[in-house]
């Protein structure tokens, strides 16, 4: 994580800052508020003093808040979240943080493909190619757990030796319906993963148990079945990649401690925090990560997920059996 050593900046300014006079008292009132929530829920509550300082100087001599939001970007790096973002009037104000690799081949192919693939590699391995979503409504959990379910089913069989997840186009989403459709890739009655808070308490918990999953006390339920078994224990290969985030870094942690289990790629995006909305007023709202997430090992992630065997590049979706990452895969796969 980055530091920011300004300590002797705030002593100096600790005492007078704070009682600085508004143009526009709506505007000190709302910093406080989006302040105090900071403080009470966020991971990141480094430099809330030099934060609250800036937004002070930025806004008191301001007429309308309409004109603070924008600050808010710098807010966000600060406390080093670029999972959070402030939301006014429809519109968000965070950080992006610059990722230290670049694939451009996949960031093209983010663009275009949007729909799961499958298919069988080698006569005997499973593929499937499961994008990100934006179903952040909850409202396509069944539709899109059942569409992995359909493409399981028409590949699996008992000529199957190993399977293929391809996550390297898995932006994010609702992570909810790809943990339900791999469901029995994961495990059988574990705890696979959860969230635990900058104090290290547990506030979440993944698991399974007698066939129905559990996130965080929400049980999940499928309208479609296997036609036939995944077999317990049979060799994986995730794939990642610098676009792997949120949701696809979820699923990824999901299946990290599992037997005969090998993650193949790139680094990922970084985003393995537990996001929660929080109101400031009828207007706008701040998404604050407030947990990270854990494993079945109970191993942190603060940061991105990096791979058992890295290759950097040689992606080729339109000829699999070209694609670097694809062949490393088989190799494990057949050993």
Do not use: C
């Amino acid at each position: 994580m980055n530091k920011y050593f300004f300590i002797g900046f705030i002593l100096l300014f600790s005492t007078p800052l704070f009682s600085q006079a508004f143009k526009n008292d709506s505007i000190k009132l709302f910093i406080d508020k989006s302040i105090d929530l900071i403080k009470e829920n966020s991971i990141h509550t480094e430099n809330l003093d030099l934060i609250k300082h800036e937004l002070y100087n930025k806004s008191k001599n301001l007429n309308s808040l309409n004109e603070t939001p924008p600050f808010y970007g710098e807010v966000f790096k600060l406390l080093n979240d670029h999972h959070g973002s402030l939301t006014y009037k429809g519109e968000n104000y965070g950080w992006k943080k610059n990722s230290s690799t670049t694939n451009f081949y996949l960031k093209q192919k983010i663009k275009t493909e949007k729909k799961v693939i499958s298919k069988v590699l080698d006569k005997k391995i499973g593929y499937i190619r499961i994008p990100g979503n934006s179903d952040f409504a909850f409202k396509k959990v069944d539709s899109i757990s059942n569409d992995i379910v359909s493409h399981l089913n028409s590949i699996n069989s008992s000529k199957i030796e190993g399977w293929i997840i391809d996550l390297r186009l898995n932006t994010g989403g609702n992570m909810y319906p790809i943990l339900l459709g791999l469901k029995e890739f994961i495990g059988t009655d574990l705890v696979f993963g959860g969230f635990k808070n900058s104090k290290d308490e547990l506030t979440g918990e993944w698991q399974i148990k007698a066939g129905k999953m559990q996130i965080d006390g929400i049980e999940l339920t499928r309208t479609s079945n296997l036609n036939y078994p995944i077999k317990e224990n049979i060799p994986v290969v995730i794939l990642i990649s610098p676009y792997t985030a949120s949701a696809g870094e979820m699923t990824t942690i999901s299946m990290i401690g599992r037997k005969n289990t090998y993650l193949v790629g790139e680094p990922t995006a970084d985003y393995t925090t537990a996001v929660q909305g929080f109101k400031i007023n009828e207007y706008a709202g701040l998404n604050l990560s407030t947990d990270y997430v854990i494993d079945r090992n109970q191993k942190i992630y603060k940061n991105n997920i990096q791979p058992d065997f890295k290759i950097i590049n040689g992606d080729d979706l339109e000829n699999l059996k070209n694609d670097k990452k694809i062949i490393k895969a088989l190799e494990l796969l057949k050993k």
